[in-house]
């Protein structure tokens, strides 16, 4: 079975230009989770989507950050404008159920931000 | 200037040795939990998970335990080899609640 799929693995952007990351949950999971892991604050949950419908977004950093799930199969994760603050490494998941369930994670892409 | 960040737990095994590492979690509800390993430069990769009406459960060398009393928990890895080094996370849920993950903890294995 194939896993989450991100892309892209590397991104490495100017100051000011838009980012946009990329998510193919695994077939049949209901949830999908965007998270951000860095070294000064560990694993963040930042949006998780239902149905692919946003349910919270409490974790997004600031208005800057925005993800859709326009399908069942796909997500995205936008920055705009980037900041080198937003280097980190971006992780897609998905799972059947909220909880009590297991996150499955991608193999994450890893943002820099000169 | 000096760096600051989260200051992971580290654990060194031998080869070939048992390791246990311990998560201590915030929440006495929580009815959840799941061990996670994360290679370098990889995902999290789930390992094994538990509910809480149960206190032990195994898999393939690996055994997590739970003692709810003092809210522990452990990951018992067995026969330690190089391809265990990794950062463990453990993470626990209630009910509709999400995930909440720990800082970690970096094994190395010894050769």
């Known amino acids: 079975d194939a896993g989450v799929i991100q892309s892209p693995r590397h991104e490495v952007t100017e100051m000011g230009q838009e980012v946009t990351l990329r998510c193919k949950p695994i077939?049949?999971?209901?949830?999908l989770f965007w998270y951000r892991q860095t070294m000064m604050r560990g694993l963040e949950l930042l949006i998780y989507?239902?149905?692919?419908?946003?349910?919270?977004d409490s974790g997004m950093p600031e208005d800057r950050f925005s993800a859709k799930m326009p399908n069942a199969s796909f997500s995205t994760l936008k920055i705009q404008p980037s900041e080198p603050r937003d280097s980190a490494v971006y992780f897609c998941?998905?799972?059947?159920?909220?909880?009590?369930?297991?996150?499955?994670f991608g193999e994450g892409s890893w943002l820099t931000v000169v | 200037g000096e760096s600051v960040g989260l200051h992971l737990p580290t654990l060194s095994v031998q080869e070939g040795d048992n390791s246990i590492i311990n998560c201590a979690y915030s929440?006495?509800?929580?009815?959840?939990f799941i061990w996670y390993k994360q290679e370098s430069g990889k995902g999290p990769q789930f390992i094994i998970d538990?509910?809480?009406?149960?206190d032990k459960r195994q898999g393939q060398r690996v055994t997590v335990l739970l003692n709810k009393t003092v809210k522990h928990l452990s990951l018992q890895i067995a026969a330690t080899q190089p391809g265990d080094s990794a950062v463990y996370f453990c993470?626990?849920?209630?009910?509709?609640?999400?995930?909440?993950f720990g800082t970690g903890t970096r094994l190395t294995i010894i050769p």
């Open positions: 998941a998905s799972s059947r159920k909220f909880s009590g369930n297991t996150i499955y």
């Open positions: 993470a626990e849920s209630f009910g509709n609640e999400k995930l909440t």
């Open positions: 538990i509910r809480s009406n149960m």
């Open positions: 989507f239902n149905n692919n419908v946003p349910i919270d």
């Open positions: 929440n006495s509800a929580s009815d959840y």
């Open positions: 077939s049949g999971h209901d949830y």
